[in-house]
């Protein structure tokens, strides 16, 4: 289970600063490790807000 989650943790961070980092890059040119990591970071934290709350409205 939290190997799983782990797994999640890192796959979507993964995944948010490859998508903000093109962003970045293709719309403004460059691209800061600061904002990358920091936007990235904040998608993770409502990507897990999110997952709480299904699971909370799912129960009742």
């Known amino acids: ?3 799983r989650e ?3 943790f890192i796959a979507a ?3 948010f600063a490859s998508a903000v ?3 970045l890059v293709a719309f ?3 691209a800061s490790l600061k904002e990358v990591l920091s936007t ?3 998608a993770v934290i409502g990507l897990y807000a ?3 709350l299904e699971r ?3 129960r009742g």
Do not use: N, Q, T, V
């Open 6 to 8: 782990l797994f999640i």
């Open 28 to 30: 403004h040119g460059a």
């Open 13 to 15: 961070f993964a995944a």
């Open 50 to 52: 999110g997952r709480y």
């Open 40 to 42: 990235a970071f904040a």
């Open 56 to 58: 909370r409205l799912i």
């Open 21 to 23: 980092s093109a962003y």
């Open 1 to 3: 289970m939290i190997l």
